[in-house]
């Protein structure tokens, strides 16, 4: 299966930005569809972002217009560009491979939208 490894997270004041990376190794990476996910303390891990292997995507009502998901299969990133961040992002961040019904997911990275 593929391994992720996040990237990017930080201290961000609100209004701020930051952009997150998702390095991928050890499988085919232009098959999978890709995502972002984040956990904050006592909720449950939803979706933020994903995109396809054929480069649509999707996002969270809470985050359009705001972030932003691409990648890039010749260096085997993915990314998540965050503009205008509230208090309400801060979570651990999360990059997920999905085939089919395989899951993959990478160790989190830490986001903090604070002032």
């Known amino acids: 299966q593929v391994q992720l490894v996040e990237s990017g997270g930080g201290l961000v004041q609100p209004g701020g930005s930051l952009r997150l990376s998702c390095a991928a190794s050890?499988?085919?990476?232009?098959?999978?569809?890709m995502g972002w996910y984040r956990q904050a303390p006592g909720k449950q891990r939803e979706l933020v972002a994903e995109?396809?292997?054929?480069?649509?995507?999707d996002y969270a009502d809470s985050v359009k217009g705001r972030f932003t998901i691409s990648r890039d299969n010749v260096k085997k990133m993915v990314y998540l560009q965050m503009t205008s961040l509230k208090s309400e992002d801060t979570a651990v961040y999360f990059c997920?491979?999905?085939?089919?019904?395989?899951?993959?997911w990478g160790q989190g990275t830490q986001v903090t939208v604070s002032s």
């Open positions: 997920n491979a999905q085939w089919r019904t395989y899951n993959v």
């Open positions: 995109i396809s292997s054929g480069f649509s995507t």
């Open positions: 050890g499988s085919i990476f232009t098959l999978y569809a």
